[in-house]
């Protein structure tokens, strides 16, 4: 009986000591970076592939290069999104081609969002490009969050506005989302982009998880560079957007 208990407690301590583990595996810190406006310049893109570094790229529907570099960036084992433009606040700003705008009907939004779906192979979630209008207007990201849970695709939200909606909804609707945390690159000097970096590894190992999106300038790709370099002296690592979700 002693031997039978001490057996069995043995098996529960490995439980616990696998549990444990798995714990410990799981709270790993871990950054998805987000390339995004991807699609009308390949040599763009390219640079931050020679990298070789997990990078997540979000491209644009309906422009030069959109279903080309969906088939390349996928080749070569990236993770690759549709970058839906959306509306913004500012009239001035053109989101583009393949845009869904605030009085859309849900039957317009379904026909674009596939459409544009299409359009960019292999894509595994969506991403919105500029919408603080959009994504403030609860009937329309409704609708379009419902066309993309249908399509077993994630959603994040790059939160270009702190009116946005999208998350919260995306939330409700019980699919995989996540936000933006930090925009890397509002300023392109590869010094201040390295600073955001270091704040979203920061963010990372205080929450076990951070989102960045920076933009195809050499300056970002060089900064990414420098950082994933640094990363590997730490406990920190480079995921595509996926795996944080």
């Known amino acids: 009986m002693t031997g039978g208990s001490l057996l069995g407690l043995f098996n529960i301590s490995k439980g616990f000591a696998a549990e444990n583990s798995r714990s410990k595996s799981y709270q790993t810190p871990k950054i998805a970076l987000i390339v995004d ?27 030069s290069y959109s279903r080309e570099l969906a088939f390349e960036l996928n080749d070569n084992g990236y993770e690759v999104m549709l970058h839906q433009p959306m509306e913004p606040y500012n009239n001035g700003c053109d989101p583009g081609p393949g845009a869904l705008f605030v ?23 969506v991403y919105n490009h500029m919408g603080s209008k959009f994504t403030a207007s609860p009937n ?8 993309i849970r ?32 930090v925009f890397l690159d509002n300023v392109r000097q590869e010094s ?44 920190v690592s480079l995921v595509p957007v996926s795996e944080i979700l």
């Open 192 to 235: 201040v982009i390295m600073s955001q970096l270091v704040h979203l590894q920061k963010h990372a190992m205080l929450y076990g998880r951070a989102i960045g999106i920076g933009h195809p300038f050499p300056e970002t790709a060089r900064a990414i560079g420098r950082f994933s370099k640094r990363l590997k002296q730490s406990n």
């Open 103 to 125: 009085g859309d009907n849900a039957q317009r939004i379904e026909k674009t969002l596939q459409t544009n779906i299409r359009s960019i192979p292999f894509a595994k979630g």
């Open 37 to 63: 406006d991807i699609g009308y310049n390949r040599s763009l893109a390219w640079q931050f592939v020679e990298l070789n570094e997990s990078i997540t790229f979000s491209i644009l529907p309906q422009v």
């Open 140 to 147: 329309e990201i409704g609708n379009a969050l419902k066309v």
């Open 150 to 181: 249908s399509r077993g695709m994630f959603f994040v939200d790059s939160y270009t506005s702190n009116r946005s909606l999208a998350h919260a909804t995306a939330r409700r609707y019980h699919m995989p989302t996540a936000h933006r945390n």
